[in-house]
């Protein structure tokens, strides 16, 4: 038996690992962040460079934050998702729903910041809600590949 098994008390069990959901939400900001990055080459001046340098920086903190399940990780996931649904319709779409997703108590849970061990029956729950949110998954991650590929094709390298 593992030390982390051993150490848990009867019927629990040690925190569960990160979703797929959630780890194609941080690739999805930090593939936000690259565009916003990239976007004041395009357009320069101070407003732009300062604006999604701002935007930028938002997204690598919040794909950070949902890598590393931390709490703040969630409020800005959520804040980020409110901010999506003006993309009419597929960041509406996407952001609604990772509004839903944030909003499942197991996954307040899983963003809680807590250590304790989790009952077989909280560990069920996050089962059954990621198989639920499975479409949701591919989904991102097909709309990750093709952002990044978006990004590579289509971001201008400036000439020094």
């Not at 903190?61 to 009419?88: D, E, K, Q, Y």
């Not at 839903?100 to 809680?112: E, G, H, M, S, T």
């Not at 990621?130 to 479409?135: P, V």
Request: charged residues 10%; proline residues 8%; positive net charge.
């Amino acid at each position: 038996m593992s030390p982390t098994r051993a150490s848990n008390a009867p019927g629990r069990l040690p925190r569960p690992k990160r979703p797929h959901l959630v780890t194609q939400m941080a690739i999805s900001c930090f593939l936000a962040a690259a565009c916003l990055a990239a976007f004041p080459v395009m357009v320069p001046s101070a407003f732009t460079i300062a604006t999604f340098g701002v935007l930028a920086v938002l997204c690598i903190v919040t794909g950070l934050s949902l890598f590393w399940l931390m709490p703040l990780g969630r409020a800005l996931g959520t804040g980020l998702a409110g901010l999506s649904t003006i993309a009419i319709p597929v960041g509406t779409v996407m952001g609604v729903a990772a509004i839903l997703y944030f909003r499942k108590p197991v996954v307040r849970a899983l963003f809680a910041g807590d250590t304790r061990p989790w009952s077989a029956e909280e560990a069920e729950e996050l089962r059954v809600t990621n198989s639920t949110w499975a479409a949701l998954t591919i989904v991102l991650a097909v709309t990750n590949a093709l952002g990044l590929l978006l990004v590579v094709l289509f971001v201008p390298i400036p000439h020094f």
